[in-house]
Nanobody, 128 residues
């Protein structure tokens, strides 16, 4: 059974930084595409960033230039470095993965249709 476990969520002030991590007992080299999503209560889950096995990345317009996604397949770790955080970044952040290696599917917003595994989420709260 694939399990994804996020950590690193916290409460920070606007302008601050956080680094989220996602680990799994399943070897990351099996995941063709991995991603971070976020969700605010009452709203749909939103894709934040994707990273393909080839290390190609995509970002939502709202985080482009502030967030950076990375994966270390030797350590089975997915990370999201978040800088210049704003109150609108407040959400539950989820790690996601798929075995699908199709390069074209590993992008926003379409990746949400192909995600096979989700983590439980980690809360990020940004105060003004």
């Amino acid at each position: 059974e694939v399990q994804l476990v996020e950590s690193g969520g916290a409460s920070v002030q606007a302008g601050g930084s956080l680094r989220l991590s996602c680990v799994s007992s399943t070897a990351f080299r099996n995941f063709g595409c991995m991603a971070w999503f976020r969700q605010v209560p009452g709203k749909e889950r939103e894709g934040v960033a994707t990273i393909h096995f080839s290390a190609t990345t995509t970002y939502s317009d709202s985080v482009q230039g502030r967030f950076a996604i990375s994966r270390d397949d030797t350590k089975n770790t997915l990370s999201l470095q978040m800088n210049s955080l704003q109150p609108e970044d407040t959400a539950m952040y989820y790690c996601a993965a798929t075995y699908d290696f199709d390069y074209g599917r590993c992008s926003l917003p379409g990746i949400s249709s192909f995600v096979e595994y989700w983590g439980q989420g980690t809360q990020v709260t940004v105060s003004s």
